[in-house]
């Protein structure tokens, strides 16, 4: 139940396309949907986030659809760029302030 | 990054031997965490802070155990090194209000041969 499965494992987009990456979880009681972008030797850093009771967030090229009722949510990039190459992990906060991370998509943007 | 340093960045060390990694704050935030990242399992919470002197254990605790006795300062240690502990380690901070997510350290490199 505290599961998050992301989905594909790794994705190439021809560069202006859109690359969408998929996350499903159990636990309705997760209340905070963030994604996180990873260069390679960095940390993960804080992309865009969503709580349940909105159904889209856009930031820029970036935009988060929630689907309560599916218990989905899911990660478009308009506009795909070759800086935008990076792996990609979904998330979900349980109680205590944790987060419960997907199994990552390593997004390679070709020029 | 800002805010948030840990150390090691590297390290290699022999099956059986103690290993401390430390995770360094300067933003007074009160939730630290530890993070294993292995591929094909994202990150997996291994201990968590939620202040000086409290700490609890997350998905994959097992062989290790924490310390924070200081608000910037929050302690990883493998009691006894195994090849299972090779992994690239994350320690984050949050807030724990709002929506402000986590800050992500830059990892440390840990191979246990």
């Known amino acids: 139940q505290q599961q998050v499965k992301q989905s594909p494992q790794s994705l190439i987009v021809q560069k202006g396309g859109i690359s969408i990456i998929n996350c499903a979880y159990e636990?309705?009681?997760?209340?905070?949907f963030p994604w996180y972008q990873q260069f390679p030797g960095k940390g993960p850093a804080l992309l865009i986030a969503?709580?349940?009771?909105?159904s889209e967030k856009k930031e820029g090229r970036f935009t988060i659809s929630f689907n309560k009722s599916a218990k989905q949510f899911s990660l478009h990039i308009m506009d795909s760029q070759p800086g935008d190459s990076a792996t990609y992990f979904c998330?979900?906060?349980?109680?205590?302030?944790?987060?419960?991370f997907g199994a990552g998509t390593i997004l390679r943007v070709k020029s | 990054d800002a805010g948030i340093t840990q150390s090691p960045r590297h390290k290699v060390t022999e099956t059986g031997t103690p290993v401390t990694l430390r995770c360094h704050q300067t933003?007074?935030?009160?939730?630290m965490y530890w993070y294993r990242q292995d591929p094909g399992h994202g990150l997996r919470l291994i201990h968590y802070?939620?202040?000086?002197?409290?700490?609890d254990k997350g998905e994959v605790s097992d062989g290790y155990s924490v310390s924070r006795s200081k608000t910037e300062d929050f302690l990883l240690t493998l009691e006894s090194a195994t090849s299972s502990q090779t992994s690239v380690y994350f320690c984050?901070?949050?807030?724990?209000?709002?929506?402000?997510?986590?800050?992500f350290g830059s990892g440390t490199r840990l191979t246990v041969v």
């Open positions: 998330a979900a906060k349980v109680g205590g302030n944790k987060l419960v």
């Open positions: 933003e007074n935030h009160r939730y």
């Open positions: 969503i709580r349940p009771d909105v």
């Open positions: 636990n309705t009681a997760f209340d905070y």
């Open positions: 984050a901070i949050s807030q724990g209000t709002g929506t402000n997510g986590y800050t």
């Open positions: 802070s939620y202040g000086v002197k409290d700490t």
